[in-house]
């Protein structure tokens, strides 16, 4: 049982974290919400998968993998769910992102995967594009002002892997999806999964822009033989790096290194729920909003400092943190 009192004082001395959605344009004043006792998106006539928060003039965005009612197949993953809350409780839902397939693009079946990173004004949309033969790449959308949905332009396709063995070829099944991008101190860092010739893997490339281009760095964990490796985000805390993914028919998992490309510790179970996302409020307060039966929670992340390295824990008693987070 962790004591409140040094939840506290983890949350005040608590250092920014290297993630990929940073707060941005801070003007909601905060106050009270006593009835967000269950933080999330709970919509009922579609279903939400993998998806990202992010934070813009006075609400929570969030933007996930829509999955139709009645039919949860990957392939019909064709548009993104888009809503935005001031209270991370009450989601006003918005109209669909980048829903216009286009014959001959990357992203001409379906899209997946949906990450944002904010810096000097432009909102930086990744995300998987797949074609009908599930080839699989990373793409790129911006957005100055992602208030209006119809804002978020597709650029170029950003990513597709390159390294020594890499498992991939257009034109067929090609696995490189689920991106994640951080900065650490002057570079960027692309996260993805894919294949191999010796397994599934977690990847990483780099850039001088976030933008690109971006420069294949290969895997930075052992191959998996029977499973997928899904999800990848990376937290800082302190000196420590905190590798999230998910072992797909496993569940969610973390390991912690000294660098952002490892090595890395063994691997550690995290529950509940699954494609776990973090970000921060105005407050620079840590989050991670997870899975749960096609709907999105939202709970408080905070560290064990008792342990060393830190362990991170989902906080499930919300009265100490949620007072904060809602705008007046």
Known sequence: MINTKAIFL??????????????????????TNPACENPGWFPTEFGLKDHHIFWHDGYYYLISIYVPPDD??????????????????????????????VPGRWDEQAVWAPFVYYENGIYYLYYTGVTEDVTQSILLAT????????????????FQPDHPGMAWEEGEWADCRDPAVVKIEDRYYLFFTGRDTEGAIIGAATADKPTGPWEDQGSILDPEINVMLESPTLVQFGNFFYLFYNLSR????????????GPWGEPIPFQPGWAHEFWQDPQNNLF?????????????????????????????????????IQSK
């Open 288 to 324: 991670t909003s997870y899975l749960t039966d096609y709907t999105a929670s939202i709970r408080p992340l905070i560290w064990d400092t008792s342990k060393h390295p830190p362990n991170p824990i989902i906080e499930e008693t919300s009265k100490y943190f949620f007072p904060f």
């Open 72 to 101: 949860n197949s990957p392939f019909v993953q064709d548009r993104f769910a888009y809503a935005r809350s001031k209270d991370l409780c009450e989601w006003e839902q918005l109209p669909f992102v980048l829903s216009k397939r």
């Open 10 to 31: 983890i949350t005040f001395i608590f250092t920014i974290p290297i993630f990929g959605c940073q707060p941005a344009k801070l003007s909601a004043e905060t106050g």
């Open 250 to 261: 496993v569940g969610e998992h973390y390991r912690i290194g000294e660098s952002p490309t």
């Open 143 to 158: 957005s100055n002002d992602p208030s209006d949905p119809s804002s978020w332009q597709p650029q170029e396709m950003v």
